[in-house]
């Protein structure tokens, strides 16, 4: 299976509504030299390649360039989660060709996936940004927040990136203080994901209302609120973590008091 980016964009086949990832034989044809082509894994048996095309490649007929977020839900779930690995990995070594500390031109490490610089052995990994995103409770009802990124009218729970030295329970009642101003208690481990966008690991965490007001920026957050789980707003689709947690609230929701 053939997993190519254009920049942020993946060439896939057009088949009818389902779009579908073309294989290594079906792009030989388009005589091109890929920049990239590293293996990712296995779908299905399946051997998965990233390959990094040209920034002039255009898609030949029968053929589109699509967002990898665009194809959420419409390709299966664990080759959507190796397309995004194969992305993080072309924008690795692409941004990484030079040593960051003496500039010199770095070469793949022989014995593990990082780059080393020949010259002054400085060794440089795939970055991972890693970020929580927590369910808040307070009964029966879930906080939900709007971000002017998202889609209108789509809600979700708050998420964000894990500071220098704070550790991820720190980080979500310093986040849930800082975009609601609440302050939540019981804060447990729920699950994690990675996701390419461009190259967090979302961990994802459940916690309890503890006191406060909700009072919202207007920057990074549009509006918040209560929600029970037979009023939820527009919500995140599958299989995001973010989704996980409402479903994990909506299934358990008739147990609260």
């Not at 990484?96 to 610089?117: N, P, Q, S, W």
């Not at 979700?156 to 550790?167: K, P, Q, R, W």
């Not at 101003?181 to 503890?210: C, D, I």
């Not at 919202?216 to 009023?231: K, P, Q, S, T």
Request: glycine letters at 8%; hydrophobic letters at 45%.
């Amino acid at each position: 299976i053939c997993l190519a980016f254009r920049r942020n964009e993946l060439l896939v086949k057009a088949a009818g509504e389902a779009p579908r990832i073309p294989r290594m034989d079906e792009i030989v044809f388009l005589n091109r030299t890929p920049l990239f082509q590293r293996y990712v894994g296995a779908f299905e048996t399946h051997p998965c390649f990233s390959v990094a095309l040209p920034e002039d490649f255009s898609a030949p007929a029968g053929m589109m360039l699509v967002g990898l977020r665009g194809l959420l839900g419409l390709i299966p779930d664990e080759l959507f989660f190796l397309a995004g690995r194969a992305f993080q990995m072309i924008q690795f070594e692409q941004s990484h060709r030079f040593c960051g500390h003496c500039g010199g031109a770095t070469e793949l490490k022989k014995d593990e996936y990082a780059v080393i610089c020949p010259a002054c052995g400085l060794v440089a990994y795939p970055s991972v940004s890693p970020a929580i995103i927590v369910a808040v409770i307070k009964n029966s009802h879930i906080l939900l927040a709007r971000s002017p990124r998202f889609p209108k009218g789509r809600y979700s729970v708050l998420a964000g990136f894990v500071e220098a030295g704070e550790t991820l329970e720190d980080c979500v009642r310093r986040e849930v203080r800082e975009e609601v101003k609440l302050e939540v208690k019981h804060v447990r481990y729920f699950g994690s994901q990675p996701w390419p966008f461009p190259n967090s690991l979302m961990v994802g965490f459940t916690a309890e209302y503890a006191g406060g007001e909700i009072a919202i920026d207007n920057h990074e957050i549009m509006d918040a609120g209560w929600f029970a789980a037979a009023a939820l707003p527009d919500i995140p689709q599958r299989p995001t973590i973010a989704r996980q947690l409402i479903d994990w609230f909506v299934q358990t929701s008739s147990i609260r008091v």
